[in-house]
């Protein structure tokens, strides 16, 4: 079984401040994960993903996150928030090797403050 | 510019009444996933299918829902009869399965269903 765990269900940040939306998993096996991005009356679209290989991934918008083994986490991260980020975020796990169920969280909506 | 289409976008209906949504994946991909998303539950896997073979759809309510791929190009979740508690967005997305795959859906812009 694998799971993900966001926490926080809300978070505000200012303009131009750190964002850091926090995600932990829990996989049998080595996991691909991943962030969405919804916006308002929109579907989810892929942010990033990990994958194998290099642990930090950069993503769109100037997104990043990082997959910790030992701290089963992968937290998406962004050095100064922009307005524009104002979205709901989900994390999502799945398994290699062919589509198994992918599996969300419950989603982070990210308010920012001008 | 490819992308996952679905129909109706908004839906009201009473109680009672059949709901079909449908929905037209990124051509070539193979894999299909119905989601609902509320506020109470977030998102939630109905069902998924591979090459058009259901895989999973443990997550759906037998008694009322179903879901079908009629063909490549479609796939189609219905309720019958519907209730209040169904009112949600429902979600499709499509991906593509191989052995390098990376597990990415691309999700269509849901339909929102309101059952009265």
């Known amino acids: 079984a694998q799971s993900v765990t966001q926490l926080g269900s809300h978070v505000s940040v200012s303009e131009g401040a750190l964002v850091l939306l926090r995600c932990n998993y829990s996989s049998s096996v080595p996991p691909y994960l991943f962030w969405y991005v919804q916006y308002p009356n929109q579907g989810l679209q892929l942010l990033l993903k990990?994958?194998?290989?290099?642990?930090l991934v950069k993503g769109i918008n100037g997104f990043e996150a990082e997959f910790k083994k030992s701290e089963t986490s992968f937290h998406l991260t962004k050095p100064s928030a922009h307005m524009s980020d104002a979205a709901e975020y989900f994390c999502a796990v799945t398994r290699g090797g062919g589509y198994q169920k992918v599996t969300f969280g419950t989603g982070t909506k990210l308010q920012v403050i001008p | 510019d490819a992308r996952v289409t679905q129909t109706p976008r908004d839906k009201v209906t009473e109680m009672g009444q059949e709901v079909t949504m449908r929905c037209q994946p990124i051509?070539?991909?193979?894999?299909v996933f119905w989601y609902r998303q509320t506020m109470m539950q977030g998102l939630e896997l109905l069902a998924y299918?591979?090459?058009?073979?259901?895989?999973?759809d443990s997550g759906m309510p037998k008694d009322r829902f179903s879901a079908e791929m009629p063909d490549a190009t479609l796939a189609t979740l219905k309720i019958q009869p519907s209730e209040p508690r169904d009112s949600a967005v429902y979600f499709c997305a499509s991906g593509l399965t191989a052995d390098t795959n990376t597990g990415e859906l691309f999700f269509g812009e849901g339909s929102r269903l309101t059952v009265l």
């Open positions: 299918f591979r090459n058009r073979a259901p895989l999973d």
């Open positions: 051509l070539g991909h193979n894999t």
């Open positions: 990990y994958t194998t290989g290099a642990t």
